[in-house]
């Protein structure tokens, strides 16, 4: 299983960018979809997730980044709104999967990519 994420990039406070990760491989089904970002200095933190309908923020995002999925197409996508300085990290999208080699669910993550805001 492979994640492949996209989407990261440069942008002034205020802009806005929209990250796409696209899960692939050997899957069954997978639950949690998700992103996490992780600024120099700091623990990597959750930004959005989606599970079973359901979503999540952190306090720091809510009302400017929305999660969606395309199941069909097992891809996240993250969009970022209204960003800040504070934003500025690398984004890793995950998946929490059922392969179907094995029989077990894992959580797999993606390489990671670079969101900076400048003000």
């Known amino acids: 299983v492979q994640l492949q994420a996209s989407g990261g990039g440069s942008v002034q406070a205020g802009g806005s960018l929209r990250l796409s990760c696209a899960a692939s491989g050997s899957i069954f089904s997978i639950n949690a979809m998700g992103w996490y970002r992780q600024a120099p200095g700091k623990q990597r933190e959750l930004v959005a997730q989606?599970?079973?309908?359901?979503?999540n923020y952190a306090d720091s995002v809510k009302g400017r980044f929305t999660i969606s999925r395309d199941n069909a197409k097992n891809t996240v996508y993250l969009q970022m709104s209204s960003l800040k300085p504070e934003d500025t990290a690398v984004y890793y999208c995950?998946?929490?999967?059922?392969?179907?080699?094995?029989?077990?669910?894992?959580?797999?993550w993606g390489q990671g990519t670079q969101v900076t805001v400048s003000s």
């Open positions: 989606s599970s079973g309908g359901n979503t």
């Open positions: 995950y998946a929490f999967v059922l392969a179907v080699v094995g029989g077990r669910w894992n959580h797999y």
